[in-house]
């Protein structure tokens, strides 16, 4: 783990605190951190699904007869 003196803005820093539940500056500096990370995770992953989708990947599903047994 890394240490870093860095200045932060108290608002900002208690507005997330209270969106993330945590109670610590550095337990808010963390999970926010990490929540950045998750989210941009997730919006690759949604952004492949409408590429998939916009190339007909998930045409077979519309097809019940064909995919449900």
């Known amino acids: ?3 870093l003196l860095v200045e932060i803005d108290d608002e900002a820093l208690a507005e997330a605190a209270a969106i993330l539940g945590t109670t610590t500056k550095k337990d808010t ?4 951190l990490l929540e950045v990370a998750k989210r941009h995770t997730r919006a ?3 952004a ?3 590429e998939m989708g916009a ?3 998930f045409d077979v599903l519309l097809d ?3 995919y449900r047994r």
């Open 29 to 32: 500096v963390n999970s926010a």
């Open 64 to 66: 019940k007869e064909n």
């Open 48 to 50: 492949e699904l409408r």
């Open 44 to 46: 690759q992953a949604l």
């Open 1 to 3: 783990m890394s240490k």
């Open 55 to 57: 190339q007909g990947d």
